[in-house]
């Protein structure tokens, strides 16, 4: 007879892996399969976020950002250094360690919290009166039951057509994170998040860099005074980036990847690089998981459609993360987790897709949350809008990085924050002020009358406020 749960979870990323945790804490009988494995075999939890995510890639953007700093701004603090070299293998090295600390940290919360761990892949075995069968295939191989099913199985690349992943010079995020050497000429398809993070590390390591982007304007998703401040301060670090491409095809010889494209002009160009990354997209993960056999539903983009509540069209079955509707965020898909276990509890929680913020980890960081004045402007809703650059931010003239700018964006009448957009330093901080204010629904005038440190980077959030009223303190 297999072992009975209350709660299968099937994937162990960041939305699996809190879902079954806060299922656990509830009172629920649970279980967590994930078939992620590190470099001896052994599990390695935490899905795409934490192997070859979210994780690895701040590691590589601490290691080469200390690097850039260290080559060109140092010797303006009376730093001087001779040398300077960077060890590939070194950084590599750190980067895996970091990620292990993380996977073990999942495992102690899975054993804290009793949570029954399977490694391997689950998939559907049949329904039953009393639940779900699930099969674990792998290094554990099980038949488990659940009365409730929560799907968090993630995404996968998105590959070019005709350029499949080789890891070795065409690269998707996973290839991207183990470059064993500088590569002197890198190609990026794609100037989205994983593109312009991945870009940023080699570029700053020596890589000479071109990004190859098929849209016409540069971060389309993001306001765009902050993205064309962005822009500016990502060309002047010597990221070069075109828009507008339309690839043609991809070539990968020997020891170099050509890609054959039409530049915006229309006129046919050739890129040779030595390593190719490309950063396309995500595609939602449902290998294997035989959703037919149970007759589980799926959309046009071949993702578990879900309602609201991220409930299937299964009773009992739920689904959560990059693999449903809404941002692949690791972090929307930990609220969605947690809150399918409150649901299966009987209680109400609520997920504001308005309220996710999101982040790109370069140099400047990017960061927003809300509506961007383009959106503003489409749908006809009267706004006002505040700016504050961090140049005239104490902090930031004492660190010396002065790049960028915080902006607001409230109703023209109420005065309610309907957007947040920050380009500068550690603007993954600051935007955490926004997403609070937001959910409470404060105004831009809230804002400006919380008292702020002094020197602080936040005092710039502050000053925003304040320019949405045309009255800043000092600016």
């Not at 892949?121 to 099913?149: M, N, P």
């Amino acid at each position: 007879m297999s072992k009975q749960f209350d709660v299968v979870v099937i994937g162990g990323g960041p939305g699996g892996y809190v879902a079954a945790i806060r299922a656990a804490q509830l009172g629920f009988n649970t279980a967590c399969i994930d078939e992620w494995k590190n470099d001896k075999g052994g599990p390695a939890p935490g899905g795409t976020c934490t192997n070859v995510g979210c994780i690895p890639s701040k590691a590589l953007l601490q290691s080469s950002e200390y690097f850039e700093h260290a080559g060109h701004s140092f010797a303006d603090h009376g730093i001087g250094l001779k040398d300077l070299s960077i060890d590939v293998a070194k950084m590599l090295g750190r980067k895996d360690a970091v990620v292990k600390q993380n996977n073990e940290g999942i495992l102690y919360l899975f054993k804290k919290n009793k949570v029954s761990f399977f490694h391997g892949r689950g998939a559907f075995l049949k329904a039953g009166d009393s639940g779900y069968e699930i099969q674990v295939t792998g290094a554990t191989e099980e038949i488990i039951s659940g009365k409730h099913i929560i799907l968090a199985t993630g995404s996968n690349a998105r590959s070019l057509p005709g350029a499949a992943f080789d890891e070795d010079k065409i690269l998707s995020n996973d290839g991207a994170l183990r470059i064993g050497a500088v590569p002197k000429r890198l190609g990026v398809i794609g100037s989205g998040v994983i593109g312009l993070e991945m870009g940023s590390v080699w570029r700053r390591l020596g890589a000479d860099v071109t990004v190859l982007e098929g849209l016409p304007t540069f971060l389309g998703a993001v306001d765009q005074q902050i993205a064309k401040e962005a822009h500016k301060s990502f060309t002047k670090q010597g990221l070069k980036i075109e828009l507008g491409v339309k690839i043609d095809k991809v070539t990968s010889g020997k020891s170099s990847v050509t890609v054959t494209y039409a530049n915006a002009k229309g006129e046919a160009t050739k890129l040779e690089v030595d390593k190719l990354i490309v950063s396309i997209g995500r595609v939602p993960n449902t290998i294997g998981l035989n959703p037919e056999t149970v007759g589980l539903k799926l959309d046009e983009r071949g993702a578990i459609a879900v309602d609201d509540h991220c409930r299937t069209n299964l009773p009992n079955v739920w689904a959560v993360g990059d693999v449903v509707r809404g941002p692949m965020l690791a972090h929307k898909a930990e609220e969605e987790g947690v809150a399918v276990a409150e649901r299966i509890a009987g209680q109400h929680p609520h997920v504001n897709f308005n309220t996710v913020p999101w982040v790109i980890y370069t140099s400047p960081e990017i960061a927003w949350v809300g509506q961007t004045e383009q959106q503003l402007k489409a749908e006809g809703r009267e706004f006002k809008a505040g700016t504050f650059p961090f140049l005239a931010n104490g902090r930031a003239r004492a660190m010396g990085d002065t790049t960028g700018m915080v902006k607001m964006l409230a109703d023209a009448k109420t005065d309610e924050i309907l957007g947040v957009h920050i380009v500068g330093p550690f603007a993954s901080e600051l935007i955490a002020e926004a997403v609070v204010a937001m959910e409470f629904k404060a105004s831009a005038e809230d804002i400006a009358r919380i008292c702020h440190a002094h020197p602080s980077l936040s005092e710039s959030t502050k000053e925003a406020a304040l320019a949405v009223d045309k009255r800043t303190l000092n600016f």
